[in-house]
């Protein structure tokens, strides 16, 4: 008996790429494992040394999948059917949690955890931006605005260096007197005194969030391979809530490993 074929997957514009979700969710795991070492070594005396070893020797990844998670909310943002409603959930979620951060925390005996200005800010004023400039994105064509984010990101890394430039090339010099203020954060130029336990300033970050938009201007919908679009039960769950799982993770850890420490001390 033969059996049945395949059927085609319909992909439109409700179709959804879980491709797209399987790497979210991977980037949220690892997130999640990163700030459970961090919060063994810094605040618990439960294997802290092995924590603290452990958290050194994964720091590099933190900015690979940081990249790889701007990138990905770029190239959703691209294909949100509710840009302007996403994105000012976002600012919403982001205000919460400086408010929480930066006020309650340390109430509560946890201190130096205060969030200015984190990767969700950073994507909050990224999906704002898109959102409201959705004709201008839409008008500039890729091949020039790729290359054209990418070479403003390299341009701008260098903002905390106090300059603009690449290899020394087309080297800007900033104003020494930005760096003494407090209120520049958000564009990359801290004073001495300013910490944030999460920081992801515009420049140069939201350049690699418009890449992302970029991206997925060019590539469209239905001319992905198929197995973007194939389920991924768990990680593909887990991309989905990621925006859940970031504001309950850390509180969430911090409790667990408090009844820990009490049960096990």
Not at 69 to 84: D, T
Not at 173 to 182: E, M, S
Not at 191 to 214: A, E, R
Request: charged share 10%; aromatic share 16%.
């Amino acid at each position: 008996m033969n059996e049945p074929a395949e059927q085609p997957l319909i992909i439109d514009e409700n179709t959804r790429l879980e491709f797209l979700d399987m790497l979210r969710g991977i980037c949220v795991v690892l997130m999640v494992v990163y700030h459970a070492l961090y919060l063994l070594a810094q605040y618990f005396a439960l294997g802290s040394a092995f924590a603290g070893r452990w958290f050194d020797a994964l720091e590099p990844m933190q900015v690979i999948v940081a990249s790889l998670f701007i990138l990905i909310s770029g190239f959703s943002a691209q294909l949100s059917l509710r840009p302007k409603v996403r994105a000012w959930l976002l600012v919403c979620v982001a205000a919460i949690i400086s408010g929480v951060t930066i006020l309650l925390l340390p109430r509560m005996g946890i201190p130096n955890t205060a969030i200015w200005f984190g990767i969700l800010h950073l994507l909050a004023c990224g999906k704002l931006a898109h959102a409201y400039g959705k004709n201008l994105f839409d008008k500039l064509p890729g091949l020039i605005g790729l290359p054209a984010c990418l070479f403003l990101f390299f341009y701008t890394a260098p903002v905390g260096q106090r300059f603009f430039g690449i290899l020394g090339m087309l080297r800007v010099n900033l104003p020494a007197a930005w760096y003494n203020q407090n209120w520049l954060f958000f564009l990359g130029i801290k004073s001495p005194s300013f910490v944030s336990w999460d920081w992801f300033p515009l420049l140069p970050w939201v350049f690699l969030f418009f890449f992302g938009v970029f991206v997925g201007k060019m590539v469209k919908r239905d001319q992905l391979p198929m197995f973007c679009y194939k389920e991924r039960p768990v990680m593909g769950f887990i991309g989905r809530c990621s925006l859940v799982i970031y504001v309950a993770h850390v509180p969430l850890l911090y409790g667990i490993f408090t009844l820990i420490e009490m049960i096990i001390t």
